[in-house]
């Protein structure tokens, strides 16, 4: 079983930063065959993708977060960034990590980190 935590939420004005971080249980071998993403909801909304980095480094965005948020990896740590930059209220969410181990492959969710981008 991998568990994946995640760490950075808060409460950010408008326009501010935060960093996201989510660090996988995975062994050293197995965490850079995940692909890796981060989701998101929103009160009464449904979970949503924000983005999305392959075991290959491709990276794939929300139109919403495009230009906003940076999601990257560090294989060594087994771990996984979201740098989120210009927030907005509309960002404010319950933030989640996910892991699978290729198509159709095992997944795994983490426990969520709040983000409260305050007007």
């Known amino acids: 079983q991998v568990q994946l935590v995640e760490s950075g939420g808060g409460v950010v004005q408008t326009g501010g930063s935060l960093r996201l971080s989510c660090a996988s249980s995975a062994s050293g071998i197995i965490f850079p065959l995940f692909d890796m993403g981060w989701y998101r909801q929103a009160p009464g909304k449904q979970r949503e993708l924000v983005a999305f980095?392959?075991?290959?480094?491709?990276?794939n965005y929300a139109d919403s977060v495009k230009g906003r948020f940076t999601i990257s990896r560090d294989n060594p740590k087994n771990t996984v960034y979201l740098q989120m930059n210009n927030l907005k209220p509309e960002d404010t969410a319950v933030y989640y990590c996910?892991?699978?181990?290729?198509?159709?492959?095992?997944?795994?969710w983490g426990q969520g980190t709040q983000v409260t981008v305050s007007s």
């Open positions: 980095i392959s075991k290959t480094g491709s990276t």
């Open positions: 996910h892991a699978q181990l290729g198509t159709g492959g095992s997944q795994y």
